[in-house]
């Protein structure tokens, strides 16, 4: 069983709790950081670290602190937790299970960045986490591990568990800022980045969940240590939301780099595909990543890897299609989603993912046309690169895979009228 | 009603802030959470405490999808159907429930019990299919567990007296 870092510990009763988190080693990392560190040292130590954004982009992580304008505006912190992306659901479980460890990373980010204020913006549908980290936040002000002159040292923070109410756009660090601000969540033009002009025009750092409670390990356990799992450029390890036909769905950590197939097919994690069907596609990074086709089973799990077989690592949720999925039914359900979560701010995704649900839902219910396939991909084209934020770029990923992979499928509902696979095709009805 | 401790609450919030403008959403959740969706009143009380307009504030009322802009029942099932439910079969289950309580997605019963409503990805897809009722997860459901989980709604609807509001929690 491979060595847990960000979830380790995470089943012992009562971890959610200062008390048991802190007789489990909790806040030890604080501690040192605050002890024996200087501010700019813990930044050159997150660098060396490797570690890189378990949100979905996979900046690295150190290099965005080390962006932060030096000017005399108040500079910000803010946690995403805003987890959103179709399939992913492993900062969820990390805010209900191990609170703490959340919040003791981002008490040592604020302090490595020398900042005061730090957020945590929790998506509005997880008010069971929302709770656990609003009541984390609480113990540790409690202990005076927020607050003033944190464990006798000359550094104050200040934490604020921001709730959410429904906005995937909100996930997007320029749009999870107006949200904060306590506007509409439109994204914001960059530059300049976040790192320059960010919340209330200063100099904002925005982390993902996962990547916040990695630090405190990276911490413990020293550059060596940390750097000898993953491969060369995606260090440390990653939790995978695996979901979709496979047995046992589920957040698995596992070293970066390690095969898609073990995923999917070791009885440790997914136990292979759900009633023992053949793998048709695998989507690897959540609804925003280009499909793969099952021949790509034994792409690794790193950035670089999963980039180069034609996708993206993006938010490590992994969602698995067997051979009885329409291809064309689940490409419509995941642009419905962009439909309804385009904020609107932009033409291209606007009208484009009203338009692309359009087609898709005419081919899939049997009065398509030939020249809807090609219709797909010129709208696709119109958004891509041409959208105000990266969700219309998202929404055109599973279509252009899709197509690329599967065209045949999409040339069979318009030659026959209904699905080639799956509940449609047994009637010779549409799905 | 917006008392003023509702009122004091939205204030400590703001307080809480660097802008109090940032309070905007979390004021908004208390007035949902006090009048069951967002009146024209409560829009009143929070541009009042925190010094915007009506309109502004209901700008940003509108845009999030769990401000409710009208009236719900009081159980409202939320049944997620993105990717990784669908390929778990949530299409199957909200037909089942809106068989079983006699609705369409997106209605709410004529006896103002229930509200059925179909959302995106609840960040629950390793327990696919999944639904809330009133923010709670309910998840891996089975046509069977979906039957039992309104059963068990039935009964604790029923318990209720019938002339009752819903608890003003403040």
């Known amino acids: 069983m491979p060595e847990l870092i960000v979830t380790k510990d995470i089943d012992v009763p009562g971890i959610n709790s200062l008390e048991v988190y802190h007789q489990h080693g909790g806040y030890q990392a604080l501690a040192k950081a605050v002890r024996e560190y200087q501010p700019d040292d813990l930044v050159e130590l997150i660098k060396k670290s490797g570690l890189r954004g378990r949100g979905g982009a996979g900046f690295p992580t150190g290099l965005k602190w080390s962006f932060l304008a030096k000017n005399d505006k108040p500079r910000y912190l803010c946690c995403n937790a805003d987890e959103s992306e179709p399939g992913t659901c492993k900062d969820r479980m990390l805010m209900e299970k191990i609170p703490h460890r959340l919040v003791e990373g981002v008490i040592i980010a604020s302090y490595a960045c020398r900042i005061n204020t730090a957020f945590i913006y929790v998506r509005g549908e997880l008010a069971e986490a929302a709770r656990q980290v609003e009541r984390a936040v609480q113990e540790a002000y409690d202990a005076g591990l927020i607050g003033k002159n944190i464990l006798g040292s000359d550094y104050s923070l200040d934490v604020i568990v921001?709730?959410?109410?429904?906005?995937?756009?909100?996930?997007?660090?320029?749009?999870?800022?107006?949200?904060?601000e306590g506007n509409r969540g439109y994204p914001r033009l960059k530059p300049p980045f976040p790192a320059v002009v960010g919340l209330y025009g200063?100099?904002?750092?925005?982390?993902?969940?996962?990547?916040?409670?990695?630090?405190?390990?990276?911490?413990?356990?020293?550059?060596?240590?940390?750097?000898?799992?993953?491969?060369e450029k995606s260090k440390g390890t990653r939790l995978f939301s695996l979901s979709g036909h496979v047995k046992k769905p589920g957040n698995y950590e596992?070293?970066?780099?390690?095969?898609?197939?073990?995923?999917?097919?070791?009885?440790?994690?997914?136990g292979g595909i759900l009633g023992n069907k053949q793998l048709k596609a695998i989507i690897p990074g959540g609804s925003s990543a280009p499909i793969l086709g099952a021949d790509k089973v034994d792409t690794l799990l790193d950035f670089e890897s999963i980039a180069a077989a034609g996708s993206m690592a993006g938010s490590g949720a992994v969602i698995i299609l067997n051979e009885d999925t329409c291809i064309v039914d689940a490409i419509l359900r995941m642009t419905e989603f962009y439909r309804d979560e385009s904020c609107g701010k932009c033409t291209p995704c606007r009208e484009g993912t009203y338009w692309l649900t359009e087609i898709l839902e005419r081919l899939e219910h049997g009065h398509g046309k030939m020249q809807d396939i090609d219709r797909l991909a010129d709208i696709c084209s119109n958004i891509s690169g041409k959208s105000f934020c990266p969700l219309g770029d998202a929404a055109t990923s599973s279509i252009v895979s899709g197509i690329k992979l599967f065209r045949e499928e999409f040339e069979y509902h318009v030659k026959h009228g209904h699905c080639m696979v799956g509940k449609g095709a047994a009637y010779g009805l549409p799905a | 009603m917006i008392s003023e401790q509702s009122k004091q609450r939205m204030r400590d919030l703001a307080a809480r802030y660097p802008v109090a403008r940032s309070a905007v959403m979390p004021a908004?959740?208390?007035?949902?959470?006090?009048?069951g969706y967002i009146t024209p009143e409560g829009l009143q009380a929070v541009a009042e405490v925190l010094n915007l307009t009506v309109d502004d504030v209901e700008s940003v009322a509108t845009f999030y999808t769990m401000y409710y802009q009208h009236p719900k029942g009081k159980k409202v099932i939320k049944v997620c159907n993105s990717i990784s439910c669908y390929l778990r079969n949530c299409d199957t289950l909200v037909e089942h429930l809106e068989k079983r309580l006699g609705v369409n997605r997106g209605e709410t019963t004529p006896d103002g019990n229930y509200t059925l409503m179909t959302v995106e990805c609840l960040a629950s897809c390793t327990t696919a299919p999944v639904l809330q009722v009133n923010d709670e997860f309910v998840e891996n459901v089975t046509l069977e567990q979906a039957d039992a989980l309104i059963d068990e709604l039935d009964r604790e609807l029923n318990a209720r007296k019938p002339e009752s509001k819903s608890e003003v929690r403040l």
């Open chain 2, 28 to 35: 908004l959740h208390i007035v949902q959470q006090v009048e």
């Open chain 1, 202 to 231: 200063g100099p904002t750092v925005i982390n993902n969940c996962e990547t916040l409670s990695t630090l405190p390990a990276i911490l413990m356990g020293g550059i060596e240590w940390y750097t000898s799992f993953g491969t």
């Open chain 1, 162 to 180: 921001h709730r959410g109410a429904g906005a995937y756009i909100c996930g997007e660090e320029s749009s999870l800022m107006e949200s904060l």
């Open chain 1, 254 to 270: 596992l070293p970066l780099g390690t095969p898609l197939r073990i995923l999917i097919y070791d009885e440790q994690y997914g």
